[in-house]
């Protein structure tokens, strides 16, 4: 899904305060899967996966060693809401697209929220697919649909009230549910969700002609900056800078490429710079034969996938769990 691809990688760009955490949930549903659950719901903080939900074992299971440690109503109101969310998506195929869809068929939804230790919150998202593809995205300025083709655009019109009573259920659901839980897992994790592990850096070539990749890994948060210089000063052209991605250890790395011909190297001088929050002065490689790695290809360093594809669901689907939803949050607050 072009937009959901869109939204990681954004995620990804230099968060530039410390403070400021995400939760994002990645849901999937599909039919014709075999082996694999027809249900998966897996909720990420900062990055790290905190909590896992699928059809096969029909019970939220804590990621992270701090989590295990939420209080137990927390847990069972969300398990519980897993089960109903599920039921839904199930009914929702068997009646309105199972009659007329045969074979292998998902439906993916991502939504996400951010919260700062000022009480700040923002960063609303929400984004569903079907097949891998756009379906749905919520303009969380205006709070209405986007359809992303002439089907999605036809459920919207068939019923407009329904779209627009389901945008007003999940504004509330992101405004409060989301960043209900999102303040509980920064409670509990905040000593690990705040943790700063400062960066490796190394310089890498295969060969002499081939570029000259600027590798940074092992650090944590994810914020960081790695940029080239030719004598002293910054350089753009000849530059790939690649995202960064999650190291399977929960820390995370990122590349910075560099086209330089062997003449040029001789002639000036050359430096990597990277900055993170971790580090009271910024790392500098300068680009010698004896600081250059060779015989190594970065491409083959091991990189974790990003955890969880994600779950879509259709406007009723939504309507028909949100009264479930919102009775549930009143609860836990009761208690």
């Not at 990645?26 to 659950?37: E, M, R, Y």
Request: glycine residues 6%.
């Amino acid at each position: 899904m072009r937009n959901i691809i869109f939204f990681l990688m954004l995620c990804r760009i230099h968060a530039t305060c410390a403070a400021t955490h995400f939760l994002k949930g990645f849901f999937t549903a599909g039919t014709g899967l075999g082996a694999f659950p027809d249900f998966v719901a897996v909720v990420l903080v900062d990055e790290d996966a905190v909590a896992y939900f699928d059809s096969s074992i029909k019970c939220l299971q804590t990621r992270q060693q701090w989590a295990e440690n939420i209080e137990e109503t927390f847990t069972d109101v969300y398990n519980e809401l897993m089960n109903s969310f599920m039921q839904a998506l199930k009914s929702f195929w068997k009646e309105h697209l199972e009659p007329h869809n045969q074979g292998i068929h998902t439906f993916q939804l991502m939504f996400a929220c951010q919260l700062d230790d000022e009480g700040k919150t923002g960063g609303y998202r929400l984004m569903f697919g079907v097949d891998g593809e756009d379906f749905f995205t919520l303009d969380t300025r205006t709070f209405t649909w986007i359809a992303a083709n002439q089907m999605a655009e036809d459920i919207v019109k068939q019923d407009q009230n329904s779209a627009e009573n389901a945008a007003i259920y999940v504004k509330i659901l992101l405004e409060n549910e989301c960043t209900e839980a999102l303040n509980v897992f920064i409670h509990y994790g905040r000593e690990s969700l705040e943790r700063k592990v400062p960066p490796e850096v190394s310089l890498l070539r295969r060969d002499p002609s081939s570029p000259v990749t600027c590798l940074a890994t092992g650090f944590f948060p994810e914020g960081i900056a790695v940029s080239w210089q030719k004598d002293g000063k910054d350089l753009h052209e000849d530059v790939e800078l690649l995202e960064t991605v999650p190291n399977e250890n929960g820390t995370f790395q990122t590349r910075n490429r560099l086209t330089v011909s062997p003449a040029d190297l001789k002639e000036h001088n050359y430096t990597c710079t990277v900055g993170h929050n971790s580090l009271e002065r910024k790392i500098i490689k300068t680009m010698t034969e004896e600081e250059i790695k060779t015989n190594l290809d970065p491409g083959n360093f091991s990189l974790s996938a990003i955890i969880g594809v994600v779950v879509a669901i259709f406007l009723l689907a939504i309507i028909s769990i949100a009264g479930v939803m919102l009775w549930r949050r009143r609860r836990v607050r009761e208690l």
